[in-house]
């Protein structure tokens, strides 16, 4: 059965922030589709981002024209191949943000976060790193498919904070993976079967930060026939409740022929 896709993408600098430090990056010749949320001001972050979509985007493209093509880092076992090939891309993409940041004092201490989705004839491949999420919405229920690296989310799963607590929490900021940071990282990464209509939502917490699931849910479940005006939806949303961050998403529909 082969897999067709619809897909769709945008992103906003929000009602607060001066500059955009998101990236967005579709590749649909590759069925490659990313969101990155980048740190560091003073244009560094937006650097890093930019980097990491790049970077992921090339290697994909690399090694679907060769086969042969030398990988930087070795196939994990236990992990399919389209999951070494993703993770691989995101490692080497830290590695290229870390090396710049190391030789350039202007951009020391930059990083991003990154969430990828790779779609196969058979398989959603989806890895990430950071607080940027992949949603899936199938049917009308919308289901978190990564984990936040986020001090919150580690306390949450340390504590079972209640839901006072959490909305309390005075470090919602701050993560505890991302690209750039040291030379390695740890890549999360991950495939699942998708079924005829899964919508899948890519986004930097800009989105999430402002709007609950459910609104997100709503809207996704109202507009999916229009992917980028769904899109603009869940970001107005986001700018109307706030938009005290840059805010970036990304759209992907399934359709089995």
């Given at each position: ?131 940027s999420r992949a949603y899936r919405l199938r049917g009308d229920v919308l289901t978190l498919v990564t984990e936040d690296h986020s001090l919150l989310n580690d306390y949450i799963k340390m504590k079972d904070l209640t ?95």
């Amino acid at each position: 059965m082969a897999i067709k896709l619809r897909y769709a993408g945008n992103t906003d600098v929000g009602r607060k922030r001066g500059h955009n430090e998101d990236n967005l990056l579709l590749v649909p010749e590759e069925n490659l589709y990313m969101v990155a949320d980048g740190m560091g001001g003073h244009a560094s972050g937006e650097v890093a981002s930019q980097m990491a979509v790049d970077t992921v985007a090339s290697f994909f493209q690399e090694t679907s024209k060769d086969d042969d093509v030398t990988w930087p880092y070795k196939m994990e076992k236990g992990l399919r191949y389209e999951e070494n090939r993703l993770g691989a891309s995101i490692k080497l993409a830290n590695l290229r943000i870390f090396e710049t940041a190391s030789q350039n004092a202007g951009q020391r201490g930059m990083g991003t976060t990154l969430v990828a989705l790779f779609v196969s004839s058979e398989f959603v491949f989806y890895g990430h790193v950071g607080d940027s999420r992949a949603y899936r919405l199938r049917g009308d229920v919308l289901t978190l498919v990564t984990e936040d690296h986020s001090l919150l989310n580690d306390y949450i799963k340390m504590k079972d904070l209640t839901e006072q607590e959490i909305e309390n929490f005075p470090h919602k900021n701050v993560i505890v993976r991302a690209l750039g940071m040291k030379e390695t990282v740890q890549v999360d990464v991950g495939h699942e079967a998708p079924e005829h209509g899964d919508l899948y939502l890519l986004c930097s917490d800009g989105l999430n930060g402002m709007i609950t699931d459910k609104v997100m849910c709503e809207i996704m479940v109202r507009e999916r026939s229009d992917l980028e005006k769904c899109c603009n939806s869940l970001i107005h949303a986001a700018n109307e409740n706030g938009g005290t961050d840059n805010v970036t998403v990304a759209l992907v529909e399934i359709v089995k022929e």
